[in-house]
């Protein structure tokens, strides 16, 4: 099965359940339903919050098996929180790195989203590599 989506592929809006349905005998439900705080998180948040249950919360055990320092799993841990509401995430300004284009702002945001953990290095290259 796939994975249910969380943000509309045409104009990147919020979406929400609006109907499930029976696997036995296909009886169909129609409502708006809530959703799961969790299933919105981005696979790299799924991932970190797989290792960090795995390692039961060990922070160090989560670097050791991600291959990443502690202040990287920190900063992780953090997003991660943030993402689930159960933290407001910190402003950390990043200093003007690259003025090309009016692209300011796209490579701003990407820039953002690799220090918060939301995307990987090579993420954040491919992104960066496509403006």
Same mark, same amino acid.
């Given at each position: 099965?796939? @994975?249910?989506?969380?943000?509309?592929?045409v #104009?990147?809006?919020?979406?929400?359940?609006?109907?499930?349905?029976?696997?036995?005998?296909s009886?169909?439900?129609?409502?708006?339903?809530?959703?799961?705080?969790?299933?919105?998180?981005? $696979? +790299?948040?799924?991932?970190?919050?797989?290792?960090?249950?795995? #390692?039961?919360?060990?922070? &160090?055990?989560?670097?050791?098996?991600?291959?990443?320092?502690?202040?990287?799993v920190?900063? @992780?841990?953090?997003?991660?929180?943030?993402?689930?509401?159960?933290?407001? +995430? +910190?402003?950390?300004?990043? $200093? &003007?790195?690259?003025?090309?284009?009016?692209?300011?702002?796209?490579?701003?945001?990407?820039?953002?989203?690799?220090?918060?953990?939301?995307?990987?290095?090579?993420?954040?290259?491919?992104?960066? @590599?496509?403006?």
């Amino acid at each position: 099965m796939n @994975r249910m989506l969380s943000k509309c592929p045409v #104009c990147a809006g919020d979406l929400y359940v609006s109907e499930m349905a029976c696997s036995g005998c296909s009886t169909r439900i129609q409502s708006p339903f809530e959703r799961c705080q969790f299933c919105s998180l981005s $696979p +790299e948040h799924l991932q970190f919050l797989e290792i960090f249950l795995r #390692c039961r919360g060990n922070l &160090s055990g989560v670097g050791a098996e991600m291959g990443l320092s502690h202040p990287t799993v920190n900063k @992780r841990l953090d997003a991660l929180l943030a993402a689930l509401g159960l933290r407001e +995430e +910190e402003e950390t300004p990043l $200093p &003007s790195l690259v003025r090309v284009n009016g692209r300011d702002n796209d490579r701003r945001r990407i820039l953002e989203m690799l220090d918060r953990g939301d995307i990987t290095a090579e993420e954040a290259t491919r992104r960066l @590599r496509e403006l």
